[in-house]
């Protein structure tokens, strides 16, 4: 699975309280991707979810 956060972040912190395992908030404010965490099969859901829930679609996947 492949994912990043587009420029579209508002800051909100939902993805990273849904995954504090691949989304952390950076020093500019703004969600960044654990790329090497974002690789295990296991928190696929948990980044779907964090996808799904964030509220201005700054989370796109590709499978
Ligand atoms: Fe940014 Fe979306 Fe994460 Fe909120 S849920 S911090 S808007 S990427």
Redesign the pocket.
Known sequence: MKVK?TE?????????DICPEV?F?GDDG??HVREDQAAKPELADKIRE?SA????E??PIEE
Do not use: N, Q
Request: proline share 5%; glycine share 4%.
């Open positions: 956060v579209e972040c508002i800051s909100c912190g939902a993805c990273v989304f908030l703004f969600a964090a829930a964030c509220p201005t700054a989370i």
